[in-house]
Structures are given as structure tokens and as C-alpha cells.
């Protein structure tokens, strides 16, 4: 750990300084990241910082949580990203793509993640394609946002827009009354709770 230039005890920013460091000039690399690298500030911002002036960070996949569900004990997996960088000069833009699963499937241990689930993410990278489920983000953005490097696709519609003010007040309204009822649950322990100790 003291072997890094920014110090750290989380060992995937560790793992991504020590590629950082081995990678020869016009070297390319292509890595998973947990999420939190992408988000976390402190150390975490400051080999963001040191990516983005120093290498071109080209290509960032958001991967939906269950794709390295294999990693966990709970079979769930952690939220990951692919970063594709080289080492040709500093960072102007960012290609991202989000990927989704196809509709009604979830990636597990038992459901895991297939080439074709891949097809679109490939056929767009080649030509940095703008969609759904891709943009390019200036890296002036990345840097006005403390370096986060968080997937955040300005493409992808709400549903909550679509939603009726009738509809989002009776949502509200029904989680309202199950906060209530848990409270009144909590009130309810605490006072036998108290009478014990009576």
C-alpha cells in the first residue's frame, strides 16, 4: 500500500493505480470496476483526476448488479463497470453505454449474462453511437462534478413523467400509511418493552 502514489486501504483503487502505473505509452487496457470507484470522492477522486490528465478514458459500460453475481456469497453480485482506456494523451470525452437486460431477465449465478446480451453494446461502440442506452459526456462535465464518473444516461426517460399527479399523490399516500403502521409497530415494542423493565 505504500508502494502507491495516492494512498488508500480500498484495494480496487490500489488494483486500478497499479494498471495505471504498467501501462506502457500507446498501451491499451480494458478493466472491471465495482461501482463505487466511479462515485466516491477523496482518494477515489484524486486517480480519477490523475485517469482523466493522463490517459484517455474512452469508454466506460455500466453493467447491471448480478452480472459478476459468482464474487458474492449472496449470488447477487455487485454493480460493476467496464473501463476501456489507453495511454495516448488526456481524456476529451467519454463514450458511455448502460447496459439492460433484456425484459424479464435478471443476471444471477444461475442466469448469467450472455454474448448476445453484449451485441448492442458492440455494434455501438464502433462508431460511438448516441441512443437509448448511450451518450458522450465531455470530460469538462466529469471534472465540474467532482471527477464522478457515475453512469447517469441523460436518454433514458422516466416513468415517473408518464405517471398522473392522481396517481403519484395515491403512491405517496400508501407509503405514508405503511411508515405509519411500522411506527405504530415500534411505539407498540417499545412500551411492552418499558413495562418489562417495570
Not at 500500500?1 to 495516492?6: C, K, S, T
Not at 448511450?134 to 405517471?163: F, Q
Not at 392522481?166 to 409497530?185: M, P, Q, S, Y
Request: glycine share 6%.
Amino acid at each position: 500500500q505504500q508502494n502507491f502514489p495516492i494512498q488508500s486501504q480500498a484495494t480496487e483503487l490500489l488494483a486500478l493505480q497499479h494498471v495505471m502505473k504498467k501501462l506502457k505509452m500507446g498501451g491499451r487496457c480494458g478493466i472491471v470496476v465495482p461501482e463505487g470507484i466511479l462515485f466516491r470522492g477523496d482518494a477515489f477522486a484524486q486517480v480519477k483526476k490523475e485517469l482523466l490528465e493522463n490517459y484517455n478514458l474512452h469508454t466506460i459500460v455500466s453493467l447491471p448488479s448480478g452480472v459478476f453475481a459468482n464474487v458474492t456469497s449472496s449470488g447477487q453480485g455487485p454493480k460493476t463497470n467496464l473501463l476501456f482506456f489507453d495511454r495516448t494523451g488526456p481524456t476529451k470525452e467519454i463514450w458511455y453505454y448502460e447496459l439492460t437486460p433484456p425484459p424479464g431477465v435478471k443476471y444471477t449465478k444461475a442466469s448469467p449474462i450472455k454474448d448476445e446480451h453484449l451485441s448492442d453494446a458492440y455494434e455501438k461502440w464502433k462508431t460511438r453511437a448516441v441512443s437509448e442506452n448511450s451518450w458522450i459526456e465531455p470530460v469538462e462535465n466529469i471534472v465540474k462534478r467532482g471527477y464522478d464518473l457515475t453512469a447517469k444516461n441523460p436518454n433514458r426517460i422516466d416513468n415517473y413523467e408518464h405517471r398522473s399527479p392522481e396517481e403519484l399523490v395515491a403512491g405517496v399516500l400508501a407509503k405514508e400509511r405503511r411508515i405509519t403502521k411500522i411506527l405504530e409497530e415500534v411505539k407498540t415494542l417499545l412500551e411492552s418493552e418499558k413495562r418489562k423493565e417495570v
